[in-house]
């Protein structure tokens, strides 16, 4: 069973404007979330992370949100760039888990036309 | 550069062909982890290091593969008699022990043909 979702295979924002991709979970020993976005070719990049005792995490153009109650988090980009179009994955950890193993959700493409 | 690296790049062999891949990891790191990604899925976690230790495996981690990380530095992947079920990208990353932040290299594309 899948235990991080990403439900949206893909989405396209116009430059300038706010892109939101969505992350549902289903454990609940899960404690810390990441996201990581990866370019064609490449490794999976690190781009920002929010602990669970959290509920917002904010890195300039970059906006975690986490609903702990609704298990969903979300990540906000704005104002979004043609840069910024790539594979988007979420992942999840939990301190009980050996060596802090990622379970990651299968992504979402984002397209930012210009 | 002093990111992960991973080599070969791209593999191709031949179904039934022992295949070794090689991870450097961030040098002050003292966890490597092994995943392996298939087109349209996220990566999937098969196995990690602390130090030289091997100290967890997946259940994806067929008796065909086996992983060292002999001297705690740089590890290898390899995976005997190659099936094409196989072909996928396998990705190293490395962290500081207690961090959850993962940093990935580039990855090495295997097709079993």
């Known amino acids: 069973d899948q235990q991080v979702k990403q439900n949206s295979p893909s989405l396209s924002v116009q430059e300038g404007r706010i892109s939101i991709l969505n992350c549902d979970y289903t454990?609940?020993?899960?404690?810390?979330f990441l996201w990581y976005k990866k370019y064609p070719a490449e490794g999976p990049t690190f781009l920002i992370s929010?602990?669970?005792?959290?509920d917002k995490n904010e890195d300039g153009r970059f906006t975690v949100f986490l609903n702990k109650s609704a298990k969903h988090l979300s990540l906000h980009i704005v104002p979004s760039q043609p840069g910024d179009s790539a594979v988007y994955f979420c992942?999840?950890?939990?301190?009980?888990?050996?060596?802090?193993?990622?379970?990651f959700g299968g992504g979402t493409r984002l397209m930012v036309k210009p | 550069d002093t990111g992960v690296s991973q080599d070969p790049r791209h593999k191709i062999t031949k179904r039934g062909q022992n295949v070794t891949f090689r991870c450097d990891p961030i040098?002050?790191?003292?966890?490597l982890y092994w995943y392996r990604q298939t087109l349209g899925q996220g990566p999937e976690f098969l196995t990690y290091?602390?130090?030289?230790?091997?100290?967890?495996k997946s259940r994806l981690l067929s008796d065909r593969f086996s992983a060292e990380r002999p001297k705690g530095s740089f590890s290898t992947l390899e995976i005997q008699r190659t099936e094409q079920g196989d072909s996928a990208m396998y990705l190293c990353?490395?962290?500081?022990?207690?961090?959850?932040?993962?940093?990935f290299g580039p990855g090495t594309r295997l097709t079993v043909t």
């Open positions: 990353a490395s962290s500081l022990d207690g961090s959850y932040e993962q940093y």
């Open positions: 454990n609940s020993m899960f404690d810390y």
């Open positions: 929010i602990s669970s005792i959290k």
């Open positions: 992942a999840a950890s939990a301190r009980e888990y050996a060596g802090n193993m990622l379970t």
């Open positions: 040098s002050e790191h003292n966890r």
């Open positions: 290091f602390q130090n030289e230790a091997q100290l967890e």
